[in-house]
């Protein structure tokens, strides 16, 4: 379908469904002058969410048929381009136990978190921050690079974050801190999990993550197989998109 509309001259594609659908078809847009539009119909949207877009179908397009077209940056995990966010620790094992669930929805994520959390082994990395700083973690619990500001079902990254200014946010947090960080859980859906203590966060244009052996990552809410070294990068306004207005809305069309 997106390779007949884009053979028949297309300025515009409209995705239906969710973050794993709106990847496939947005990555293969990058670079393109062809802007994607996204009417949200999956559980987590959070590239839907991030653009303050309405998750009623009718009213999306509503918004759509009235929006701007932006710049919105795409990462890297070595050569595989993500527009939401890739993980490389806990909360990559999370996406893979509620991708087992036959249901969908918070619940679900909830109780994936718990399963994942006593069933995930983790492995000691170190952290490369724009070649400058260097970050050594003998156990990781959260370790996630995000495009955007959230994950999606509302859980923040950093609320703040813009998705269109050439950066990348990272936050990772030791295995030892979970009980303070399940503590404050509810700040990651109200200001974002850069708030919780303990949380290691930066602003970042490259990060080298090395580890001890090669584990699997999770990919705008997939789960791919990696290699033990992994280089995130992010290049700015790679990819035109069709928001609608709101906070994140430029100022002129």
């Given at each position: 379908m997106l390779a007949n509309a884009l053979a028949d001259g297309t300025?515009?594609?409209?995705?239906?469904?969710?973050d794993g659908t709106v990847s496939t078809i947005g990555t293969q847009l990058i670079g393109s002058d062809v802007c994607m539009g996204v009417v949200p119909l999956?559980?987590?949207?959070?590239?839907?969410r991030h653009f303050a877009q309405s998750l009623n179908a009718v009213e999306a397009i509503e918004q759509l048929a009235s929006g701007f077209v932006r710049d919105m940056d795409v990462g890297y995990v070595n050569e595989t381009p993500f527009l939401i966010s890739a993980s490389a620790a806990w909360d990559a094992a999370l996406v893979k136990a509620y991708n087992m669930s036959p249901l969908r929805g918070i619940g679900s994520y909830v109780i994936a978190g718990v399963y994942s959390f006593f069933e995930f082994s983790s492995r000691p990395v170190r952290i490369i921050i724009d070649g400058r700083e260097t970050i050594d973690i003998d156990r990781p619990l959260l370790l996630t690079i995000g495009n955007?500001?959230?994950?999606?079902?509302?859980?923040?990254?950093d609320k703040a974050a813009d998705g269109c200014d050439g950066k990348l946010e990272l936050v990772a947090a030791r295995q030892k801190d979970a009980?303070?960080?399940?503590?404050?859980?509810?700040?990651?859906?109200?200001r974002g999990v850069i708030n919780l203590p303990n949380v290691i966060y930066r602003k970042i244009q490259h990060v080298r993550i090395e580890r001890t052996e090669s584990q699997s990552i999770q990919i705008d809410g997939e789960l791919r197989d990696a290699p033990k070294n992994l280089d995130i990068s992010?290049?700015?306004?790679?990819?035109?998109?069709?928001?609608?207005?709101?906070?994140?809305?430029?100022?002129k069309t």
């Amino acid at each position: 379908m997106l390779a007949n509309a884009l053979a028949d001259g297309t300025d515009c594609v409209i995705v239906c469904g969710g973050d794993g659908t709106v990847s496939t078809i947005g990555t293969q847009l990058i670079g393109s002058d062809v802007c994607m539009g996204v009417v949200p119909l999956g559980s987590g949207n959070g590239l839907a969410r991030h653009f303050a877009q309405s998750l009623n179908a009718v009213e999306a397009i509503e918004q759509l048929a009235s929006g701007f077209v932006r710049d919105m940056d795409v990462g890297y995990v070595n050569e595989t381009p993500f527009l939401i966010s890739a993980s490389a620790a806990w909360d990559a094992a999370l996406v893979k136990a509620y991708n087992m669930s036959p249901l969908r929805g918070i619940g679900s994520y909830v109780i994936a978190g718990v399963y994942s959390f006593f069933e995930f082994s983790s492995r000691p990395v170190r952290i490369i921050i724009d070649g400058r700083e260097t970050i050594d973690i003998d156990r990781p619990l959260l370790l996630t690079i995000g495009n955007l500001s959230g994950w999606g079902y509302g859980a923040l990254i950093d609320k703040a974050a813009d998705g269109c200014d050439g950066k990348l946010e990272l936050v990772a947090a030791r295995q030892k801190d979970a009980p303070l960080l399940l503590a404050n859980i509810a700040d990651v859906f109200s200001r974002g999990v850069i708030n919780l203590p303990n949380v290691i966060y930066r602003k970042i244009q490259h990060v080298r993550i090395e580890r001890t052996e090669s584990q699997s990552i999770q990919i705008d809410g997939e789960l791919r197989d990696a290699p033990k070294n992994l280089d995130i990068s992010v290049e700015k306004g790679a990819l035109r998109i069709l928001t609608p207005t709101g906070p994140r809305a430029p100022s002129k069309t």
